[in-house]
């Protein structure tokens, strides 16, 4: 598409105005992206996009970086920024926040957090204020090549928390489409947020070994401690983190059953 305008120092969004009115009528799209000249005023950053809606916009430098690509119809899919500590853009497990800018890498995923909001793989839901469970956490590359897809196995997994924000489970498993993941890889990643008709801001709180565990104080405003402990990390078809959930009380459930196979990785051999 051609402008018959001088774009140079021009803002982004004044540029995108114009690109939007030049189009012509009755085109068919769902989702729509516009790459603009690098003489184009983007204000620092590299793209921009609308939440829940059709449109992208790039600086011509970015517009081939594989993560600018996936963090920007991530908006457009419903989701927001996926942030640690008090920086926005900070959980490296996620391409809504990891700022990697090369053409064809990072391989990587979403966070659980959004990973549950997309609906792409098997969700669970856990009240832990009313049950304990145990969970067989596979990674994303496992489940997209066709194994742990069944009842036994779960992606993402959200433990519900009806008075505020709740927490989201994944098995960062590194390999695959997730084998350059910026951070906590083949951790259990414990991710902060919420869902509804888009995924909310998201904070990264920990990222889990075998044999590590992690508390959420004052689960829920209940005056109890959620724990979340991962028992072992189990390579095989498919590789799981088995991991338990339970509220802090004097009867706590353990991670009985665990194989004698271990190497010296921190993994367990399994079927």
Request: with cysteine; charged share 15%.
């Amino acid at each position: 598409l051609e402008l018959n305008k001088n774009v140079s120092g021009q803002s982004s969004s004044a540029v995108q105005n114009w690109v939007t009115n030049a189009l012509p009528s009755g085109l068919d799209y769902d989702y729509l992206v516009y790459i603009l000249p690098d003489s184009v005023n983007f204000g620092g950053a590299a793209a921009y996009a609308y939440i829940n809606w059709h449109l992208s916009v790039f600086l011509n430098e970015y517009s081939s970086d594989l993560l600018v690509q996936m963090h920007e119809i991530g908006h457009n899919l419903g989701a927001y920024h996926s942030g640690e500590g008090s920086y926005s853009y900070g959980d490296g497990t996620c391409f809504m926040g990891a700022h990697i800018y090369q053409d064809d890498a990072p391989l990587m995923c979403f966070n659980g957090q959004k990973s549950y909001f997309f609906n792409w793989y098997s969700n669970i839901d856990v009240d832990p204020l009313t049950e304990s469970k145990e969970l067989n956490l596979v990674g994303a590359n496992d489940y997209n090549n066709g194994q742990g897809t069944g009842n036994d196995y779960a992606v993402a997994v959200k433990l519900v928390n009806q008075n505020g924000l709740s927490l989201f489970l994944m098995y960062n498993r590194e390999e695959g489409i997730n084998d350059e993941v910026h951070k906590m890889g083949d951790k259990v990643t414990v991710v902060e947020g919420s869902v509804s008709s888009v995924a909310s801001q998201s904070w990264l709180l920990a990222g889990l070994g075998a044999g590590e565990e992690y508390t959420k104080n004052d689960f829920g405003g209940s005056g109890q401690n959620l724990v979340i402990k991962v028992c072992e990390m189990v390579t095989g078809s498919p590789d799981y983190a088995r991991t338990l959930v339970y509220m802090d009380g004097p009867q706590n459930p353990s991670c009985s059953g665990e194989t004698d196979c271990c190497s010296t990785d921190g993994f367990t051999c399994g079927g």
